[in-house]
């Protein structure tokens, strides 16, 4: 579903994919209440990132200090844990993390003139300038094995048969016909789908909303696109009267279909995000442990008081 959709399958799917804060996050970075200049917070940072991945401490490395996009690719995959396991058994990728930071506290962080970005300029090594990076060979995320079944190619047909499954309470028969392919083949499948159905017996609301946006879509005209397999039906806003004088319109909402080995289902997000997690991290470093595409600098960015490492 497009990045602009709100609704049901958000809330439904965001169960799945959000990791919860760590114990004591409260606690990280912590820094002198008498050195609060930008340049003692960002080394603040870049010590305790140090500290983390010295203790092994790759989760926290990941949660704290990685770049928001990847982390949020990470947390949308359910794979941040995952992340965090592979990078202990690869050394080599987390000395070359580490020896970048060290190299960068050893120097002075130049700002923007707005106080929210330091950037490190590091001088590479010989050896980094005379071996080339060779790029990893990107692995495809695990999958399970699992058929697809679903309610056809009659996108009118899917619907109807939507409406009588959610009719009905069948939470299962609508996820194993609707649900994304990603989502029913993840490798943690049967725990994700317990999850879920444990959420829509606990909220009510959830479910009357997705018959609702079953029932409203099968009186709108879709629109196709992808050569047909990926249909578009834009549910209007709701008019809400918050008094005699005013009243205020919800906004536009965009529900997709994907027409996946011969059935209609909802858009798979799941398996892009973790291909592109997969990719990020079987190259995330060249040769000397250099990040990807930033081979002479390091640069954190400052959100709220924490400072993490810039895309």
Avoid: C
Wanted: net charge positive.
């Amino acid at each position: 579903m497009s990045h602009h959709s709100r609704g049901w399958l958000f809330a439904a799917l965001a169960l799945l994919i959000l990791i919860a804060s760590p114990p004591g996050r409260a606690n990280a970075q912590k820094t002198d209440e008498k050195a609060k200049t930008p340049e003692a917070q960002v080394r603040a940072a870049l010590a305790d990132a140090i500290k983390r991945l010295d203790n092994g401490d790759t989760r926290g490395f990941l949660e704290y200090y990685f770049p928001t996009e990847q982390l949020r690719q990470l947390r949308q995959a359910n794979a941040v844990e995952q992340t965090a396991e592979a990078l202990k058994v690869q050394p080599q990728i987390l000395d070359g993390i580490r020896n970048r930071l060290k190299k960068a506290a050893k120097g002075s962080p130049k700002f923007d003139r707005t106080g929210s970005v330091a950037e490190f300029l590091l001088a590479p090594d010989k050896n980094e300038e005379e071996t080339p990076a060779k790029p990893a060979a990107p692995k495809d995320p695990p999958v399970t094995n699992v058929k697809l079944t679903g309610f056809g190619s009659d996108l009118a047909t899917v619907l109807r048969k939507a409406e009588e499954t959610l009719d009905k309470s069948d939470i299962d028969g609508f996820v194993k016909n609707l649900f994304p392919a990603g989502e029913l083949r993840h490798p943690d499948a049967d725990s994700r789908r317990a999850a879920l159905a444990q959420r829509l017996k606990d909220n009510p609301k959830l479910l009357e909303q997705m018959l609702a946006d079953i029932r409203a879509i099968q009186k709108l005209t879709p629109t196709f696109a992808d050569e047909k397999t990926t249909a578009e039906f834009r549910i209007p806003g709701t008019k809400i009267e918050i008094s005699k004088t005013q009243s205020v319109t919800t906004p536009e909402r965009l529900f997709k279909l994907q027409l996946v080995e011969g059935s209609w289902r909802l858009p798979d997000n799941t398996t892009p995000a973790r291909k592109a997690v997969a990719k990020n991290l079987s190259n995330p470093l060249g040769a000397g442990g250099q990040f990807a595409a930033v081979e002479e600098k390091i640069t954190f960015e400052r959100f709220g008081d924490q400072w993490r490492l810039a895309q």
